[in-house]
């Protein structure tokens, strides 16, 4: 018999959790390059409400299969159930690989603000913790983003502050733009969304899912476009398009240009925090995927293991440290974010295809207009994520082929 996770994860921390993901991988990561997509700060905060909207509806679909279905591994479990073993499977196998890149990325973002001249031994080294963090119990994972989140926040609320007023460039300057740039930037903006997803992986964890992850899923994705859009504002009235396109610290730099340079430390400890609060959501949510495809046999069915004191799958977790560690080793951020775009936009039009299947009503249009809205967003992506993207997705499927063929004989 399978041994399950305990239950200890109320509203809050499933809110807290989503935030975490959410606001580390998006405010600090994602806006310049989805600028330069964009050509022109109108254009870029368009961008940004259609990613919105589109996570919106992942966020819908996701809770209403949650409640159904309040087991880890998130659409891996709700495509093998709605859709079948193959669908599933693929929608794992996105998540896992693009996450895993993700993790990567973030732990690398760590090191670039934390000390930029030992980048990767500084990830490496927030990798470990981390993920000592999380063998120790959700709980203590949960207590540790409630900290990572209120001081992200602050320093967001401090960038916006100082920007605000600050008379530079207007919304509208930049080198012009296009519906396709529009559609780019929101699929680079999307992955600054896709945090809400470590809510329902860990479906298995929460008190009262049926209840608690249609509760928390779309307060996290409220809470963080809020904050988004606030700090875009802020950063574009100060730094213009151009400007923001072309920096690799754009809140630092727009905090410096305000006239508060002796701030941008203070951002640069922000970014650092918001990168390992990321980190550890990210974690949890890739081990909780990994466990439910290692019951399944998609995986080696040793990281299926759940710790008898802990009550947490350490083998997934440890598995999921040490690659996430090469990769930060060896790698770089150059092209992850595409890269996890694209395969988490696949994840959630499993999710929305799975969603759709439930039954007529506001849901399944919901469901409809997210899963064409992944698709477009996919396809709109800088063509060597797409390219990398489905060349990781054919790879998965051969795979399962192969071992479905195997299997018959």
């Known amino acids: 018999m ?5 239950r200890t994860l109320g509203v809050f921390d ?55 279905y309040p087991a880890s591994g998130g659409t891996y479990v709700y495509g093998r159930e709605r859709l079948g073993p193959f669908w599933g499977y693929l929608a794992g196998w996105g998540f896992v690989v693009g996450k895993t890149a993700s993790c990567a990325a973030m732990a690398l973002t760590v090191g670039a603000y934390v000390w930029p001249e030992q980048a990767q031994v ?88 049926e209840r608690t992850i249609p509760r928390a899923i779309p307060v996290a994705l409220g809470i963080a476009l809020v904050a988004y859009g606030c700090v875009a504002v802020a950063v574009l009235s100060v730094l213009g398009a151009g400007e923001l396109a072309s920096s690799a610290a754009p809140l630092a730099d ?3 240009a305000a006239g508060f340079g002796e701030l941008a430390p203070v951002v640069r400890v922000g970014a650092a925090v918001a990168a390992l609060g990321a980190l550890l959501a990210l974690i949890l949510g890739v081990s909780r995927t990994t466990l439910a495809m ?12 759940v710790h008898p004191r802990f ?11 040490a690659v996430v560690a090469v990769v930060a080793a060896t790698g770089d951020v150059r092209g992850a974010i595409g890269f996890s775009s694209f395969g988490v936009l696949a994840y959630y039009a499993v999710a929305n295809a799975s969603a759709w299947t439930l039954g007529p009503g506001r849901g399944r249009v919901l469901a409809l207009v997210g899963l064409v809205g ?7 992506l800088p063509v060597s994520s797409v390219v990398a993207g489905a060349a990781v997705l054919a790879a998965g499927a051969a795979a399962y082929a192969w071992r479905v063929r195997r299997g018959r004989r």
């Open 254 to 256: 727009a905090v410096r």
């Open 122 to 209: 500084v990830a490496v080294g927030a990798v470990v913790v981390l993920t000592a963090v999380n063998y120790g119990g959700v709980q203590k994972s949960a207590w540790v983003g409630r900290v990572i989140v209120a001081v992200v926040l602050a320093v967001l609320a401090m960038v916006v502050a100082v920007c605000a007023g600050g008379g530079g460039p207007s919304l509208g300057s930049g080198g012009g733009g296009s519906a396709g740039g529009v559609l780019q930037a929101a699929g680079l903006l999307f992955f600054a969304f896709a945090g809400y997803a470590r809510i329902a992986t860990l479906g298995e964890e929460v008190r009262d899912p």
């Open 294 to 305: 290692a019951r399944d046999g998609h995986l080696p069915r040793v990281l299926a293991a």
């Open 311 to 321: 009550q947490v799958p350490h083998r997934a977790e440890l598995a999921v440290g």
């Open 2 to 6: 399978t041994q399950g996770l305990r």
């Open 14 to 68: 499933a809110v807290v959790i989503g935030l975490g993901a959410m606001l580390g991988a998006g405010i600090f990561v994602a806006l310049a390059p989805a600028a330069r997509a964009a050509g022109s700060g109108t254009l870029l905060l368009a961008g940004l409400a259609l990613a919105a909207v589109v996570a919106y509806c992942n966020a819908m679909a996701s809770a209403r299969l949650a409640a159904l």
């Open 374 to 380: 992944c698709v477009g967003l996919a396809f709109a």
